[in-house]
């Protein structure tokens, strides 16, 4: 099974500040790295895909970047609605596997 | 647009089906998966059928295999989780997502709002 390790696993930001969060394969997955954002309560909704397309509606803050197993979800400047819970996913083969999530929060 | 019912409380061993009805898109040609969040704790992928026209094929991961079946009804655009002999480790929300593939990508999206499974005598 391909292992997906992000980091970090909490974060405290303000409004307006600069994020971002990695994610790491075990193995090549090519660019079949998908980003979701979920909040308390609510199901997962996508953000990016491929690596670094964005979801039609998602706000442009919001980038996706690739280098090598490495991958990186930039929020260029925190909103109040971004604090939410982040995870990446695989999509190379099965069984999909999920980052363990990056909480990010206000400071 | 995808809404999850079926779930409940149930005793360990115990058994419950899992339906997602969908609309909005031709579920016919839809991959269809099941991904799970115990409380408190990350996402994990469950099972997903393909499409019949790509051969209907299923895939679990390793917790449930030999235990949940995934399947389909293209006549009422529903897919269904059985889930059997569970296990208080199976206490979740589960969601019923489409797993949309679009060129050389893939991706789950939409998402029900999950129905919620609690395994405990």
């Known amino acids: 099974d391909i292992q997906m390790t992000q980091s970090p696993s909490s974060l405290s930001a303000s409004v307006g500040d600069r994020v971002t969060i990695t994610c790491r394969a075990s193995?090549?997955?090519?660019?079949?790295l998908n980003w979701y954002q979920q909040k308390p309560g609510k199901a997962p909704k996508l953000l990016i895909y491929a690596a670094s397309s964005l979801q039609s509606g998602v706000p442009s803050r919001f980038s996706g970047s690739k280098s090598g197993t490495d991958f990186t979800l930039t929020i260029s400047s925190l909103q109040p609605e971004d604090f939410a819970t982040y995870y990446c996913?695989?999509?190379?083969?099965?069984?999909?596997?999920f980052g363990q999530g990056t909480k990010l929060e206000i400071k | 647009q995808l809404v999850e019912s079926g779930g409940g409380v149930v005793k360990p061993g115990g058994s419950l089906r899992l339906s997602c009805a969908a609309s909005?898109?031709?579920?016919?040609?839809?991959?269809m998966s099941w991904v799970r969040q115990a409380p408190g704790k990350g996402l994990e992928w469950v099972a997903r059928i393909k499409s019949k026209g790509d051969g209907g094929k299923t895939d679990y991961a390793a917790p449930v295999k030999g235990r949940f079946t995934i399947s389909r009804d293209d006549s009422t655009n529903t897919v269904y989780l059985q889930m059997n002999s569970l296990k208080s480790e199976d206490t979740a929300m589960y969601y019923c997502t489409t797993f949309t593939i679009f060129g050389v990508s893939d991706w789950f999206d939409p998402w029900g709002q999950g129905t919620l499974v609690t395994v405990s005598s």
């Open positions: 193995q090549s997955i090519s660019s079949y």
């Open positions: 996913q695989q999509s190379y083969n099965t069984p999909y596997t």
């Open positions: 909005g898109f031709t579920f016919s040609k839809a991959w």
